[in-house]
């Protein structure tokens, strides 16, 4: 069946501007999570959302960044007054709930360059 | 403070060889751990998690909790091997969320 997608798979916009990041889920995964991935670095969590609810956004940097996800499927990352250090690659996961054990299944990315 | 260590960027070993790619953690309770593994080109991919004590592709990883490790051992290196892997732990929120280590680049040279 169909994976993880992500959309745009790059993008590059100038400092200062907003950008939004897009994720669609496997079908029936209602547990969705998004990272961050600096060059040379491994992923770094930002948030997990359960449902439509943002269970867990202890890992956004600041206020700049913002996520929904509204009918509990797709989910979008929002990014504002974008910085040069926002560059990096943007994953997306989402895992089927199983009692105890989450394997988490991830997109191929969208890398975000800010020139 | 939850932290994932893995000492080693590269690994170069020759086909056929034993691999060992090291992991350590910090964690002050109880915690599922996680190798991934990305192949050239392709999407981050569960390898293996501790609690299955499974072998995949003829990988495994013991979890050491007294030395708090979690290194993945292959007794014979093939060329497909090659890859970038990530140990990742799970701590008790009950999120999932993953915290990972900064990756090691394995090559497996003929």
């Known amino acids: 069946g169909a994976g993880v997608s992500q959309t745009p798979s790059n993008k590059v916009t100038e400092k200062g501007k907003y950008v939004e990041l897009r994720c669609d889920p496997i079908?029936?995964?209602?547990?969705l999570y998004w990272y961050r991935q600096s060059l040379g670095q491994g992923p770094e969590f930002l948030i997990y959302f359960q449902g439509t609810g943002a269970a867990d956004d202890s890992g956004l940097p600041n206020d700049r960044f913002f996520a929904v996800r509204p009918e509990g499927s797709v989910s979008t990352l929002k990014i504002q007054r974008t910085e040069r250090g926002d560059s990096a690659v943007y994953l997306c996961?989402?895992?089927?709930?199983?009692?105890?054990?989450?394997?988490?299944?991830f997109g191929p990315g969208t890398r975000l360059t800010v020139t | 403070a939850q932290r994932v260590t893995q000492p080693e960027k590269l690994l170069s070993v020759f086909k056929g060889a034993p691999v060992e790619l090291k992991c350590n953690y910090s964690y002050s309770g109880s915690p599922e751990l996680f190798w991934y593994v990305q192949y050239s080109r392709q999407r981050l991919q569960l390898l293996l998690r501790h609690i299955s004590r499974e072998s995949i592709k003829g990988f495994t990883a013991d979890l050491n909790k007294g030395e708090t490790s979690f290194h993945l051992k292959k007794p014979f290196a093939q060329e497909e091997d090659s890859a970038m892997y990530y140990c990742a732990l799970s701590g008790a929120s009950n999120t999932g969320k993953l915290i990972f280590g900064q990756g090691t680049t394995l090559q497996v040279k003929p």
């Open positions: 996961a989402s895992s089927f709930r199983l009692a105890g054990y989450y394997e988490q299944y």
């Open positions: 079908s029936g995964h209602t547990a």
